[in-house]
């Protein structure tokens, strides 16, 4: 059994006059994960967001690394059983699904 225990994630976009950053930390513990939005466009103060899900909202989680293992797993058997739908976080950091 995989588990996410922690995932960090950074997008530098070098856009004049006002660079922007971009990054998302998640980190699993007891009661579920907390996912924690940083926005920095420039010299303006940063932007946080923080979202909190519990266990039972996170079932079944398919993070980007254990994505990228899936769906080379898929491409190897050249299938993929019908209804395969698991609950991901969206870029904006909330909870949503992803099917394939």
């Not at 588990?3 to 070098?14: G, I, K, R, W």
């Not at 513990?29 to 909190?52: D, I, Y």
Request: hydrophobic share 30%; with cysteine; charged share 20%.
């Amino acid at each position: 059994q995989l588990e996410t225990l922690e995932q960090e994630e950074q997008e530098c976009l070098e856009l004049r006059p006002h660079p922007t950053e971009k990054s998302t930390h998640m980190v699993s513990h007891q009661h579920g994960m907390t996912v924690t939005k940083t926005l920095q466009q420039g010299e303006a103060e940063p932007q946080c967001q923080s979202f909190s899900y519990s266990q039972a909202e996170l079932r079944g989680l398919l993070l980007e690394g254990a994505s990228l293992l899936l769906l080379r797993v898929l491409a190897r058997r050249h299938t993929v059983p019908p209804g395969l739908v698991f609950p991901t976080i969206n870029t904006k950091g909330h909870l949503c699904t992803s099917s394939y």
